[in-house]
């Protein structure tokens, strides 16, 4: 797999920019909870208050704060009781709060000044009790309830004279020992709360002293909604765009790795001989370069995304959980990820096996289905459809089972994994409701602790997709890796020779051997022959006697086992297979046209050759006729395969295009068998006079085709059985001979020698 992702090279600029808008994205979403918990805690619960650091309170409730707390100094350093005169600062609270229009009387508003964050932690902790009891005594209710305490332990004629006084006089006035018996009572009690309660009713208190002064508490509340709102709305967006780049980029990358590889299988197999292209199989090579690839595409779409942004998420998720909300919880966080990771494991075990299988079945079905459709004209005239349907049928149904059980395999994981996902919330509100209950947790650090397990959940969720994804893919990468890392049989060496112009289109076979690769008999054995320029060289024999594969053997397309093969006076395999090619006009024996028109396909070799050298090939060719009795003559269309033409003309066309290119060699593998006589009389008449001064070889099945040859090859099993002109073949080899007589009548075979 890392073979296949180095190809990513191409594309690394967007890999990184996926990378850094991950991060981004992972950075948002683990913001969001927290926003989310700051509109219900503080924007619902406290009112839009943030913490129980009061921004502004009138004297008098600052001199009811200072009787329960010990630090007056300290919390009187850090405000100030406004006069006539603000400052800036001053007045931004002020126009926050009490609004534009206020007039506030100079001497009756202390005011907070400009502080850090730790001295506001450090207030925080000295008036949270202390506005509580501020706020007890401002109650008239809870005042009297205290003030008839003190009152009990006192003398008849005190109580007369503290009768008439408020509770802050009272207090204020007592003794300094038994001031501290009340405040210590008072604060025992605060202390017995636990943080939250604590937190809750010194906020509170707070709200209390701001309706005390006359703030419309409710716009403070809608502000601080509206306000976490908006940035809770920008950080979305942000996240939004993140991700909506990345699927973008993501598409971009996968798409151009899917084009980079199969650009690179396309030009390996381009390079492979006979033998290669044997060993795969066309079907399976185009199912490695269409759905392998597709695989491949899919996985690096998701692959980013879990390599970069599921660990971020996961791990940032977790220290959330561990330093912003309620982490006697995590525990439930433990419980998901056990579940999950038993649940894919599972899966995991139990697909895997399936899906090598996948795509072995894919490429049966490919190769079944281009047999089928190739074979059709066959089919119907033996009557076999119903047997191929049936083979059809056999390798589709295979495939459909393998692709049915691993579908209900990925199909069953789903509900499996949204089923833990819910169970997992039912437990957190259940524990969480509990603990709100007792006063230990707020609703939004519920809420949030939910979004943060969702989180972690889920990118343990996006790990186990890739998990069961890479697979599939792997197997993929491994069969496209086969086709990248097989090297040709047949390549050019290092330092390559050039063909000798003095000995032009000369062709040495010299005690030639040849076998396929892994196979045990000889298919030619001591093949040793000269095909001159300005002669016609002819090679026959009964089927599988090996005519084919010597002509193969000219332009190496195979490689010869033994003995050499010399064109132009220089060994084949030390001149490049470019240069030698460029030599050779061959024509194999099933006539090949690519998808385009008779112009393109004639003119294949070179785009740029003149319609006059197009036409005179064609003229040779004998396939002027039927291409001018057509509407759009050499514009016509050419199907896929030639489908849309004869076979005779298909071999025309071929014909043509080897003769348009006017190499210096001539190979016709059996390229005349579909043309009826008189047409193959009167191309091999026309192509004499083209040839006059070029080398001939021809592999022809028909004596017909080969009677006038300057040079007759007979094989038989491999091996050379004879060589000469027809007539001394006649007289001296019984294998020509009965080859001879099995298709003319001697009476033929004489006349058509004699022309």
Not at 605 to 617: G, P, W
Request: aromatic fraction near 6%; proline fraction near 2%.
């Amino acid at each position: 797999m890392l073979k296949v992702l180095k190809n990513l090279k191409k594309t690394l600029g967007s890999v990184i920019a996926i990378v850094i808008l991950l991060c981004i994205q992972a950075t948002t979403d683990l913001a969001l909870p927290d926003y989310t918990s700051k509109i219900v805690n503080i924007g619902i619960q406290a009112g839009g208050i943030e913490n129980a650091v009061p921004k502004l309170m009138s004297k008098s409730d600052m001199e009811k704060t200072l009787l329960f707390t010990e630090n007056d100094e300290e919390i009187l350093s850090n405000y100030t009781l406004l006069g006539k005169e603000k400052n800036k600062e001053q007045e931004k609270i002020i126009n926050k709060y009490l609004g534009k229009d206020y007039n506030v009387e100079p001497n009756t508003i202390y005011i907070l000044n400009d502080v850090n964050e730790e001295t506001e932690n450090n207030l925080e902790k000295d008036l949270s009790g202390a506005l509580m009891g501020a706020t007890a005594i401002s109650n008239e209710e809870t005042a009297n309830q205290i003030k008839q305490k003190i009152l009990e332990n006192v003398s008849e004629p005190q109580k007369t004279y503290m009768q008439n006084k408020s509770l802050v006089e009272l207090i204020s006035n007592m003794p300094e020992e038994q001031k501290n018996q009340v405040l210590q009572e008072f604060t025992k009690k605060i202390d017995e709360m636990n943080d939250s309660i604590k937190e809750q009713a010194a906020v509170s208190a707070v709200k209390q002293l701001y309706k005390d002064l006359g703030i419309d508490t409710d716009k403070l509340q809608n502000d601080y909604i509206l306000s976490a709102g908006l940035q809770m709305l920008g950080v979305a967006s942000i996240t939004m765009i993140s991700a909506v780049s990345i699927m973008l980029l993501s598409a971009r990358v996968a798409a151009m790795l899917g084009k980079t590889l199969r650009e690179k299988v396309f030009k390996k197999v381009s390079q492979f001989s006979n033998a290669e292209l044997n060993e795969f199989s066309t079907a399976s090579l185009i199912t490695r370069s269409t759905n392998d690839v597709q695989q491949i595409q899919q996985l690096i779409t998701l692959l980013f995304r879990v390599v970069v942004y599921a660990p971020i998420i996961g791990i940032g998720g977790f220290v959330k959980v561990l330093t912003e909300t309620d982490n006697s919880m995590a525990w439930i966080i433990g419980i998901a990820i056990f579940a999950i990771l038993v649940i894919v494991a599972t899966l995991f075990a139990v697909a895997m096996p399936k899906f090598k299988k996948l795509q072995e079945l894919t490429d049966k079905l490919n190769e079944v289905t281009r047999e089928i459709l190739t074979g059709i004209p066959v089919i119907r005239a033996f009557h076999k459809e119903k047997k191929e349907e049936k083979r059809f049928d056999d390798a589709n149904k295979d495939l459909m089972k393998t692709n049915v059980f691993v579908n209900r395999a990925m199909s069953l994981m789903m509900p499996l994994l949204m089923f833990v996902m819910n169970a997992i919330m039912i437990l957190i509100v259940w524990v969480g409701g509990h603990k709100i209950d007792e006063g230990i947790m707020q609703v939004g650090d519920m809420m949030a602790f939910i979004q943060y397990t969702m989180q972690i959940v889920m990118s343990f969720l996006m790990i186990s997709m890739v998990s069961i994804m890479l697979p599939r893919a792997s197997v993929s990468a491994k069969r496209i890796n086969e086709v990248l890392e097989t090297e040709p049989l047949i390549k050019d060496k290092k330092e390559t020779k050039k063909l000798n112009p003095s000995k032009k289109g000369l062709v040495e076979f010299k005690n030639v051997c040849f076998k396929y690769p892994d196979a045990d008999t000889e298919i030619l054995e001591d093949i040793d022959f000269t095909a001159e320029p300005g002669k016609t060289t002819a090679i026959i024999g009964s089927t599988g006697s090996g005519k084919s594969t010597v002509v193969n053997l000219i332009p190496r397309f195979y490689d010869t086992t033994e003995g050499e093969i010399y064109v132009d006076g220089v060994n084949v395999k030390d001149v490049s297979q470019k240069e030698l090619r460029n030599v050779i006009g061959f024509v194999p024996q099933k006539g090949t046209l690519f998808s385009g028109t008779i112009e393109s396909n004639i003119k294949y070799s070179d785009e740029n050759m003149s319609d006059e050298q197009m036409i005179s090939a064609a003229e040779i060719a004998q396939a002027t006729e039927f291409i001018e009795n057509k509407e759009e003559k050499y514009k016509s269309p050419i199907s896929q395969g030639g489908g849309n033409v004869s076979g005779g003309q298909k071999q025309r066309i071929s014909i043509a295009r080897a003769i348009a290119k006017n190499p210096e060699i001539f190979v016709f593998d059996d390229s005349f068998s579909a043309l009826d006589f008189k047409t193959d009389s009167k191309l091999r008449e026309a192509l004499a006079e083209k040839t006059e001064n070029k080398t001939v070889i021809i592999v022809a099945q028909r004596i017909s085709t080969i009677l006038n040859a300057d040079k007759i090859i007979v094989l038989e099993e491999g091996k050379m059985v004879g060589e000469g002109t027809h007539e001394e073949l006649m007289k001296n080899n019984e294998t020509y001979r009965q080859i001879a007589l099995s298709q003319l009548s001697e009476e033929e075979l004489g006349q058509k020698g004699g022309e």
